[in-house]
């Protein structure tokens, strides 16, 4: 871009409908960061404008920026254009003198509770920050999803802002986001892990067949039915997908009927994570999802893992953080996400 040029804004979108099929995270939380932009005034220079994704022939730039704010910021999830599960329409580039310095993206997806989720995500390399570069890319993404909703409520812009970037949650406060729930990791050694409990009467686990994963699937879509708080249930299939081995999984039985379960998969690095724990109604307050967490973690002592790991909400109305806190995990990070009506903006 030369010099004197305007601000550039990527022209009106089509109205592709963006099926959000990223994996993002454990589970079906999907949480993508929005890593940290400066909270310093916006300074427009002739020279800085967004466009559109151009394709590979960006992916090299878009990799540099990601790199260098995972350097600074901190481990993380940088969705960008480059990974190809949205559209490039959904996507942003924002350039300064022709390089690249930041990367956007618009994922959207429909939750358990009826939510329409237009997720806005992006970054801006740490050495460009506090020019404007992610306020333009968060508006532009913001009126590209009003383009594409209907503005009905229970469609909602969102972001993400781990407490440990300041930059980005001022950003989305700044543009009327709120915390709508917080995702929680927990961690723990598993080598200290006590000695498993009794399992409540009339309840015994028995090792994991193939034939039972349509019984387990069913009693977790019970388990998370309704569930708020960003949940999409996995359908069968996605979640047959994602079950490499049952080694380390805990199932309570009574009788032939499913009455809890604890699901864990190895991982690399000596950790492995819990994907599901569910205990079916009927089931419940009895120190099941507690028996079965000890088997799982007495299972993975056996089986060499170190560190266990799992994944749950803050606002969750079984208190699961406390349930985990008991179980001897820790937490390791709070992932805010925010939201505001989709209504309040103009496409
Ligand atoms: C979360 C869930 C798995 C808990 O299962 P559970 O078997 O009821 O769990 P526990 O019995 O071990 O502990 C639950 C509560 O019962 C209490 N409790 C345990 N044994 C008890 C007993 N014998 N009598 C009375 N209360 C008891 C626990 O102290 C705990 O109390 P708290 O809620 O005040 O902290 C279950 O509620 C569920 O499936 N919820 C829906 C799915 C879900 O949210 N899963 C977790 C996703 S991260």
């Known amino acids: 871009m030369g010099p004197g040029e305007?601000?550039?804004?990527?022209p009106e979108p089509s109205t592709a409908d963006l099926r959000a099929s990223a994996t993002i995270g454990r589970?079906?939380?999907?949480?993508?960061?929005?890593?940290?932009?400066?909270?310093?005034?916006?300074?427009?220079?002739?020279?800085?404008g967004?466009?559109?994704?151009?394709?590979?022939?960006?992916?090299?730039?878009?990799?540099?920026?990601?790199?260098?704010?995972?350097?600074?910021?901190?481990?993380?999830?940088?969705?960008?254009?480059?990974?190809?599960?949205?559209?490039?329409?959904?996507?942003?580039?924002?350039?300064?003198?022709?390089?690249?310095?930041?990367?956007?993206?618009?994922d959207r997806w429909t939750e358990d509770d009826g939510t329409?989720?237009?997720l806005v995500t992006g970054c801006v390399h740490p050495d460009r920050r506090g020019r404007g570069h992610g306020t333009a890319m968060l508006r532009r993404q913001e009126a590209y999803a009003a383009s594409l909703g209907s503005g009905a409520p229970h469609q909602v812009l969102g972001g993400n802002a781990d407490d440990d970037r300041p930059g980005a949650r001022q950003l989305l406060l700044d543009n009327g986001y709120r915390v709508a729930f917080t995702l929680v990791d927990l961690s723990r050694p598993v080598a200290d892990a006590a000695a498993p409990a009794a399992l409540p009467a009339g309840l015994r686990t028995r090792p994991v067949l193939a034939e039972h994963q349509p019984l387990?699937?069913?009693?977790?879509?019970?388990?998370?039915?309704?569930?708020?708080?960003?949940?999409?249930?996995?359908?069968?299939?996605s979640y047959l997908a994602a079950v490499r081995d049952t080694d380390l999984w805990a199932v309570a039985w009574d009788g032939d009927e499913v009455a809890g379960?604890?699901?864990?998969?190895?991982?690399?690095?000596?950790?492995?994570?819990?994907?599901?724990?569910?205990?079916?109604?009927?089931?419940?307050?009895?120190?099941?999802?507690?028996?079965?967490?000890?088997?799982?973690?007495?299972?993975?002592?056996?089986?060499?893992?170190?560190?266990?790991t799992i994944r749950t909400v803050a606002e969750n109305p079984h208190r699961t953080v406390d349930l985990y806190q008991r179980a001897g995990y820790r937490i390791v990070?709070?992932?805010?996400?925010y939201r505001k009506p989709l209504a309040s903006v103009s496409a």
């Not at 079906?28 to 427009?44: L, M, T």
């Not at 387990?216 to 299939?237: K, L, M, Q, R």
């Not at 690399?268 to 507690?290: E, I, Q």
């Open 27 to 48: 589970r079906s939380w999907r949480h993508p960061e929005f890593a940290r932009q400066s909270p310093g005034p916006p300074v427009a220079s002739a020279r800085m």
């Open 261 to 308: 379960l604890v699901t864990s998969e190895r991982e690399d690095g000596g950790r492995a994570d819990s994907p599901w724990v569910a205990v079916r109604p009927a089931y419940r307050r009895r120190g099941l999802a507690s028996a079965l967490l000890a088997r799982s973690l007495a299972a993975m002592r056996e089986h060499g893992v170190t560190v266990a």
């Open 116 to 118: 329409e989720m237009f």
């Open 50 to 106: 967004l466009r559109a994704y151009a394709g590979p022939d960006d992916d090299e730039q878009i990799e540099r920026v990601r790199q260098a704010v995972l350097a600074v910021d901190g481990d993380g999830w940088l969705p960008g254009p480059d990974g190809g599960e949205v559209p490039a329409e959904a996507c942003v580039v924002a350039e300064d003198a022709g390089e690249v310095v930041g990367f956007g993206r618009l």
């Open 333 to 337: 990070r709070r992932m805010p996400r």
């Open 6 to 10: 305007q601000v550039r804004v990527i």
């Open 216 to 237: 387990i699937h069913a009693a977790i879509t019970e388990c998370f039915t309704g569930s708020g708080d960003g949940f999409v249930s996995p359908d069968y299939d």
